[in-house]
């Protein structure tokens, strides 16, 4: 991190598909930026409530608690 090619060797390793894939982090710039980039699906937990600030790249999910932890992924699995 916070390169893409990280997770691109990791899906290609476990051939798997990135938009089949949630990517789960609390860093914008490491985590969300190069998963974006390698076509995954971000969530961007946001705990220090810096997600109004103007990025060029958007995290598909952004969420500030444990609680909205859960339930936004539970939808993106399915379990809720």
Request: proline share 5%; aromatic share 6%.
């Amino acid at each position: 991190k916070p390169v893409p090619d990280i997770f691109t060797e990791t899906l290609d390793r476990l051939d798997v598909d990135p938009a089949q894939t949630i990517m789960v982090g609390d860093s914008f710039r490491k985590d969300v930026v190069p998963a974006k980039s390698a076509g995954m699906t971000t969530v961007w937990y946001d705990w220090a409530g810096t997600s109004r600030k103007r990025h060029r790249t958007r995290a598909d999910h952004i969420v500030t608690g444990s609680a909205g932890m859960m339930e936004c992924v539970g939808k993106l699995v399915g379990m809720s």
